[in-house]
Protein backbone atom coordinates (compact mmCIF):
# COMPACT_ATOMS: atom_id res chain seq x y z
CA UNK A 1 0.00 0.00 0.00
CA UNK A 2 1.36 3.40 -0.79
CA UNK A 3 1.94 5.61 1.91
CA UNK A 4 0.69 9.19 2.11
CA UNK A 5 3.44 12.29 3.18
CA UNK A 6 2.14 12.47 6.18
CA UNK A 7 2.69 8.90 6.84
CA UNK A 8 5.44 9.07 5.55
CA UNK A 9 7.19 11.87 7.92
CA UNK A 10 6.71 14.49 5.43
CA UNK A 11 4.41 17.29 6.67
CA UNK A 12 1.35 17.74 4.03
CA UNK A 13 -1.28 20.29 2.30
CA UNK A 14 -3.19 19.63 5.12
CA UNK A 15 -0.50 20.47 8.35
CA UNK A 16 0.94 23.53 5.84
CA UNK A 17 -1.90 26.66 7.64
CA UNK A 18 -0.91 24.83 11.24
CA UNK A 19 2.78 25.77 10.33
CA UNK A 20 1.97 28.86 9.22
CA UNK A 21 0.41 29.80 12.46
CA UNK A 22 3.05 28.65 14.50
CA UNK A 23 5.61 30.97 12.46
CA UNK A 24 3.37 33.74 12.76
CA UNK A 25 3.11 33.13 16.90
CA UNK A 26 7.23 32.37 16.95
CA UNK A 27 7.78 35.64 15.13
CA UNK A 28 5.60 37.77 16.81
CA UNK A 29 7.13 35.78 20.32
CA UNK A 30 10.55 36.95 18.93
CA UNK A 31 9.53 40.50 18.92
CA UNK A 32 7.89 40.65 22.06
CA UNK A 33 11.34 39.24 23.90
CA UNK A 34 13.51 41.95 21.85
CA UNK A 35 10.85 44.66 22.61
CA UNK A 36 10.68 43.91 26.32
CA UNK A 37 14.74 43.22 26.01
CA UNK A 38 14.65 47.19 24.80
CA UNK A 39 12.66 48.25 27.11
CA UNK A 40 14.62 46.74 30.18
CA UNK A 41 18.49 47.81 28.56
CA UNK A 42 16.58 51.54 28.55
CA UNK A 43 14.98 51.30 32.00
CA UNK A 44 18.75 50.33 33.00
CA UNK A 45 20.58 52.83 31.33
CA UNK A 46 17.81 55.93 32.87
CA UNK A 47 18.34 54.14 36.57
CA UNK A 48 22.18 53.65 36.34
CA UNK A 49 22.01 57.74 35.14
CA UNK A 50 19.81 58.57 37.70
CA UNK A 51 22.04 56.74 40.27
CA UNK A 52 25.32 58.63 39.43
CA UNK A 53 23.39 62.00 39.72
CA UNK A 54 22.28 61.17 43.38
CA UNK A 55 25.46 59.77 44.67
CA UNK A 56 27.20 63.23 43.11
CA UNK A 57 24.65 64.77 45.20
CA UNK A 58 22.57 66.01 42.23
CA UNK A 59 18.67 65.87 42.95
CA UNK A 60 17.09 63.38 40.17
CA UNK A 61 13.98 61.43 39.56
CA UNK A 62 10.81 61.95 37.73
CA UNK A 63 9.22 62.31 41.21
CA UNK A 64 9.01 66.51 40.46
CA UNK A 65 5.95 65.49 37.36
CA UNK A 66 3.69 65.82 40.51
CA UNK A 67 4.15 68.87 41.96
CA UNK A 68 3.06 71.93 40.99
CA UNK A 69 4.40 73.61 37.84
CA UNK A 70 4.03 76.86 38.28
CA UNK A 71 5.35 78.04 34.82
CA UNK A 72 3.21 80.26 32.35
CA UNK A 73 1.80 78.15 28.68
CA UNK A 74 0.36 81.15 26.67
CA UNK A 75 -1.79 78.96 24.51
CA UNK A 76 -2.41 74.72 23.91
CA UNK A 77 -4.88 72.61 24.05
CA UNK A 78 -5.32 70.54 26.83
CA UNK A 79 -6.12 73.57 29.04
CA UNK A 80 -3.54 73.85 32.05
CA UNK A 81 -3.07 76.15 34.26
CA UNK A 82 0.16 77.17 36.40
CA UNK A 83 -0.89 75.83 39.28
CA UNK A 84 -1.58 71.97 37.90
CA UNK A 85 1.19 69.70 38.15
CA UNK A 86 4.61 69.07 35.62
CA UNK A 87 3.06 66.19 33.94
CA UNK A 88 0.24 68.27 32.92
CA UNK A 89 2.67 70.76 31.33
CA UNK A 90 4.38 68.28 29.45
CA UNK A 91 0.70 66.98 28.13
CA UNK A 92 -0.04 70.10 26.81
CA UNK A 93 3.35 70.63 25.51
CA UNK A 94 2.35 67.53 23.67
CA UNK A 95 -0.91 68.69 22.38
CA UNK A 96 0.54 71.47 21.02
CA UNK A 97 3.02 69.68 19.21
CA UNK A 98 0.59 67.57 17.53
CA UNK A 99 -1.72 70.67 17.14
CA UNK A 100 1.06 72.05 14.48
CA UNK A 101 2.61 68.93 12.98
CA UNK A 102 -0.87 67.32 11.80
CA UNK A 103 -2.14 70.60 10.23
CA UNK A 104 1.30 71.57 8.80
CA UNK A 105 1.36 67.83 7.31
CA UNK A 106 -1.47 68.05 5.58
CA UNK A 107 -1.29 71.50 4.07
CA UNK A 108 2.67 69.90 3.07
CA UNK A 109 0.82 66.89 1.40
CA UNK A 110 -1.69 69.02 -0.52
CA UNK A 111 0.89 71.73 -1.58
CA UNK A 112 3.68 69.24 -2.59
CA UNK A 113 1.25 67.44 -4.54
CA UNK A 114 0.32 70.54 -6.38
CA UNK A 115 3.95 71.27 -6.86
CA UNK A 116 5.26 67.99 -7.88
CA UNK A 117 1.99 67.35 -10.38
CA UNK A 118 2.66 71.28 -12.00
CA UNK A 119 6.29 70.36 -12.92
CA UNK A 120 5.77 67.88 -14.50
CA UNK A 121 3.47 69.43 -16.86
CA UNK A 122 4.53 70.83 -20.20
CA UNK A 123 3.72 74.32 -19.53
CA UNK A 124 6.90 75.83 -19.33
CA UNK A 125 6.06 78.98 -16.63
CA UNK A 126 4.33 76.46 -14.67
CA UNK A 127 6.82 73.81 -14.45
CA UNK A 128 9.74 76.61 -13.89
CA UNK A 129 7.86 77.89 -10.99
CA UNK A 130 7.07 75.14 -9.37
CA UNK A 131 10.64 73.89 -9.82
CA UNK A 132 11.89 77.49 -8.81
CA UNK A 133 9.79 77.30 -5.45
CA UNK A 134 11.45 73.71 -4.68
CA UNK A 135 15.07 74.51 -5.42
CA UNK A 136 14.47 77.59 -2.84
CA UNK A 137 12.84 75.78 0.21
CA UNK A 138 15.12 72.79 -0.01
CA UNK A 139 18.09 75.06 -0.02
CA UNK A 140 17.27 77.04 2.59
CA UNK A 141 17.51 76.20 6.62
CA UNK A 142 14.28 75.48 8.18
CA UNK A 143 15.23 77.75 10.59
CA UNK A 144 15.67 80.71 8.87
CA UNK A 145 12.70 80.45 6.86
CA UNK A 146 11.14 80.11 10.32
CA UNK A 147 12.25 83.32 11.67
CA UNK A 148 11.55 84.62 7.87
CA UNK A 149 7.97 83.79 8.44
CA UNK A 150 7.87 84.97 12.28
CA UNK A 151 9.09 88.21 10.93
CA UNK A 152 6.24 88.49 8.42
CA UNK A 153 3.15 87.57 10.33
CA UNK A 154 4.67 90.11 12.74
CA UNK A 155 5.60 93.04 10.80
CA UNK A 156 3.96 93.13 7.59
CA UNK A 157 0.72 91.85 8.10
CA UNK A 158 -1.87 94.52 8.74
CA UNK A 159 -2.69 95.23 12.16
CA UNK A 160 -6.06 93.42 13.59
CA UNK A 161 -8.16 96.31 13.27
CA UNK A 162 -7.99 96.05 9.76
CA UNK A 163 -7.20 92.29 9.44
CA UNK A 164 -6.90 91.13 5.78
CA UNK A 165 -9.84 88.61 4.65
CA UNK A 166 -8.94 85.59 3.38
CA UNK A 167 -12.12 83.83 2.66
CA UNK A 168 -15.79 84.46 4.67
CA UNK A 169 -14.92 84.51 8.62
CA UNK A 170 -11.52 83.71 7.81
CA UNK A 171 -9.14 87.02 9.16
CA UNK A 172 -5.27 86.97 9.53
CA UNK A 173 -3.86 89.32 11.16
CA UNK A 174 -0.23 90.85 13.12
CA UNK A 175 -2.69 89.06 16.03
CA UNK A 176 -2.76 86.03 13.80
CA UNK A 177 -5.58 83.98 12.32
CA UNK A 178 -9.25 83.77 13.16
CA UNK A 179 -11.64 81.43 12.09
CA UNK A 180 -14.67 79.74 12.25
CA UNK A 181 -15.17 77.24 15.05
CA UNK A 182 -18.07 74.85 16.53
CA UNK A 183 -18.68 75.67 20.20
CA UNK A 184 -21.32 74.28 22.53
CA UNK A 185 -24.35 75.97 23.56
CA UNK A 186 -27.67 75.98 24.53
CA UNK A 187 -29.21 74.67 21.32
CA UNK A 188 -26.50 72.49 21.16
CA UNK A 189 -23.37 72.11 18.77
CA UNK A 190 -23.00 75.29 16.40
CA UNK A 191 -20.31 76.91 14.09
CA UNK A 192 -19.17 80.30 15.55
CA UNK A 193 -18.32 83.05 12.80
CA UNK A 194 -15.54 85.56 13.49
CA UNK A 195 -16.64 88.86 13.03
CA UNK A 196 -14.81 92.14 12.34
CA UNK A 197 -14.58 94.63 15.29
CA UNK A 198 -13.43 97.77 16.24
CA UNK A 199 -9.91 95.90 18.35
CA UNK A 200 -9.98 93.04 15.65
CA UNK A 201 -12.27 89.95 14.75
CA UNK A 202 -14.03 88.14 17.88
CA UNK A 203 -15.77 84.86 17.78
CA UNK A 204 -14.24 81.48 16.59
CA UNK A 205 -11.10 80.17 17.08
CA UNK A 206 -7.65 82.31 17.36
CA UNK A 207 -4.50 81.29 16.24
CA UNK A 208 -1.59 82.98 17.71
CA UNK A 209 0.75 84.60 14.93
CA UNK A 210 3.54 81.83 17.33
CA UNK A 211 1.27 78.63 15.85
CA UNK A 212 0.32 80.31 12.55
CA UNK A 213 4.49 81.13 11.77
CA UNK A 214 5.74 77.25 12.46
CA UNK A 215 2.32 75.81 10.93
CA UNK A 216 3.26 78.31 7.89
CA UNK A 217 6.86 77.33 7.53
CA UNK A 218 6.58 73.83 8.49
CA UNK A 219 4.09 72.87 5.56
CA UNK A 220 5.93 75.17 3.31
CA UNK A 221 9.35 74.03 3.54
CA UNK A 222 8.12 70.11 3.60
CA UNK A 223 5.87 71.14 0.92
CA UNK A 224 9.46 71.15 -1.31
CA UNK A 225 10.28 67.55 -0.62
CA UNK A 226 6.98 66.27 -0.75
CA UNK A 227 6.80 67.53 -4.68
CA UNK A 228 10.24 66.11 -5.42
CA UNK A 229 8.54 62.49 -3.74
CA UNK A 230 5.27 63.14 -5.97
CA UNK A 231 7.58 63.85 -9.17
CA UNK A 232 9.42 60.39 -8.41
CA UNK A 233 6.62 58.07 -8.01
CA UNK A 234 4.59 59.90 -11.21
CA UNK A 235 7.75 59.35 -13.16
CA UNK A 236 7.94 55.95 -12.03
CA UNK A 237 4.97 54.91 -13.04
CA UNK A 238 5.30 52.78 -17.31
CA UNK A 239 4.56 54.64 -20.23
CA UNK A 240 2.56 52.20 -21.14
CA UNK A 241 0.29 53.09 -18.41
CA UNK A 242 -0.26 56.40 -19.45
CA UNK A 243 -0.65 55.51 -23.44
CA UNK A 244 -3.68 53.41 -22.13
CA UNK A 245 -5.50 55.89 -20.19
CA UNK A 246 -5.08 57.95 -23.24
CA UNK A 247 -6.74 55.22 -25.68
CA UNK A 248 -9.52 54.93 -23.36
CA UNK A 249 -10.19 58.74 -24.07
CA UNK A 250 -9.67 59.72 -20.70
CA UNK A 251 -8.87 63.37 -20.14
CA UNK A 252 -5.14 64.42 -18.63
CA UNK A 253 -7.13 65.05 -15.22
CA UNK A 254 -8.84 61.89 -15.18
CA UNK A 255 -5.46 59.90 -16.95
CA UNK A 256 -3.82 61.55 -13.41
CA UNK A 257 -6.54 61.09 -10.77
CA UNK A 258 -7.58 57.37 -12.19
CA UNK A 259 -4.29 55.81 -13.67
CA UNK A 260 -1.09 57.50 -12.43
CA UNK A 261 -1.38 58.57 -8.87
CA UNK A 262 -2.73 55.06 -7.87
CA UNK A 263 -0.09 53.57 -9.52
CA UNK A 264 2.52 56.16 -8.00
CA UNK A 265 1.32 55.82 -4.55
CA UNK A 266 3.27 52.04 -4.30
CA UNK A 267 6.93 54.34 -4.31
CA UNK A 268 5.20 57.55 -3.03
CA UNK A 269 4.08 56.51 0.40
CA UNK A 270 7.61 55.05 1.75
CA UNK A 271 9.27 58.38 0.94
CA UNK A 272 6.61 60.39 2.48
CA UNK A 273 6.64 58.55 5.46
CA UNK A 274 9.94 59.69 6.09
CA UNK A 275 9.42 62.89 5.46
CA UNK A 276 6.33 63.11 7.81
CA UNK A 277 8.25 61.92 10.18
CA UNK A 278 10.91 64.65 9.53
CA UNK A 279 7.93 67.26 9.68
CA UNK A 280 6.75 66.05 13.38
CA UNK A 281 10.44 66.06 14.45
CA UNK A 282 11.29 70.20 12.93
CA UNK A 283 8.44 71.32 14.70
CA UNK A 284 11.13 71.45 17.76
CA UNK A 285 12.45 74.43 15.89
CA UNK A 286 9.04 76.43 17.31
CA UNK A 287 10.76 77.40 20.65
CA UNK A 288 12.49 79.79 18.10
CA UNK A 289 9.28 81.54 18.17
CA UNK A 290 8.22 81.17 21.32
CA UNK A 291 5.46 79.00 20.73
CA UNK A 292 4.63 76.21 23.64
CA UNK A 293 5.28 73.38 22.06
CA UNK A 294 7.16 70.12 24.02
CA UNK A 295 10.68 71.23 23.69
CA UNK A 296 10.03 74.49 25.13
CA UNK A 297 7.93 73.25 28.30
CA UNK A 298 10.39 70.87 28.72
CA UNK A 299 12.84 74.00 28.33
CA UNK A 300 10.99 75.80 31.19
CA UNK A 301 10.52 73.12 33.25
CA UNK A 302 14.62 72.45 33.32
CA UNK A 303 15.30 76.26 33.97
CA UNK A 304 12.22 75.79 37.51
CA UNK A 305 13.22 72.14 38.72
CA UNK A 306 16.91 71.32 37.28
CA UNK A 307 16.14 68.25 36.17
CA UNK A 308 17.72 68.51 32.78
CA UNK A 309 18.32 64.68 32.25
CA UNK A 310 15.10 63.68 33.37
CA UNK A 311 13.23 66.05 30.87
CA UNK A 312 15.23 65.45 27.98
CA UNK A 313 14.61 61.58 28.67
CA UNK A 314 11.05 62.69 28.40
CA UNK A 315 11.31 64.59 25.06
CA UNK A 316 13.22 61.73 23.56
CA UNK A 317 10.56 59.21 24.56
CA UNK A 318 7.78 61.49 23.97
CA UNK A 319 9.36 61.59 20.10
CA UNK A 320 10.17 58.59 19.65
CA UNK A 321 6.64 57.53 20.39
CA UNK A 322 5.26 59.54 18.01
CA UNK A 323 7.47 58.84 15.19
CA UNK A 324 6.90 54.75 15.93
CA UNK A 325 2.84 55.69 15.70
CA UNK A 326 3.26 57.43 12.22
CA UNK A 327 6.00 55.25 10.82
CA UNK A 328 2.85 52.22 12.57
CA UNK A 329 0.04 54.28 10.30
CA UNK A 330 2.07 54.81 6.84
CA UNK A 331 3.66 51.48 6.80
CA UNK A 332 -0.48 49.33 7.36
CA UNK A 333 -1.02 52.72 4.57
CA UNK A 334 1.75 51.32 2.55
CA UNK A 335 0.45 47.83 2.61
CA UNK A 336 -3.10 48.75 1.91
CA UNK A 337 -2.01 50.54 -1.49
CA UNK A 338 0.43 47.53 -2.19
CA UNK A 339 -2.36 44.99 -1.82
CA UNK A 340 -4.61 47.35 -4.55
CA UNK A 341 -2.09 47.68 -6.54
CA UNK A 342 -1.17 43.64 -7.30
CA UNK A 343 -5.21 42.64 -6.75
Known sequence: MPTTPSQAGTPGPQDQPARARWALVRKILL????????CGLVWWVVQHALDVLRARGVRSGFDFLLDAAGIPISEGWPSYSPGEPFWRAFLTGVGNTLRAAVPASILAVMLGLLLGVGRLVPHRLVSGLCAGYINLVRNIPLLLQLLMVSFAVGSLLPDPIEPLQLLPGVWLSKAGLAMPWPVHGEAGWVLEWPERGNFGPTGGAALSPEYVAI????????????AEIVRAGIQAVPQGQWLAARALGLKPGQEMRYVVLPQAQRVIVPALTNQLLSLTKNSSLAVAVGYPELVSVANMTIGTTGRAFECIAIVMAVYLLLSLLIAGGMNLYNKRVALRGWA
Open 31 to 38: QLVFVAAL
Open 215 to 226: VAALALYSAGFV
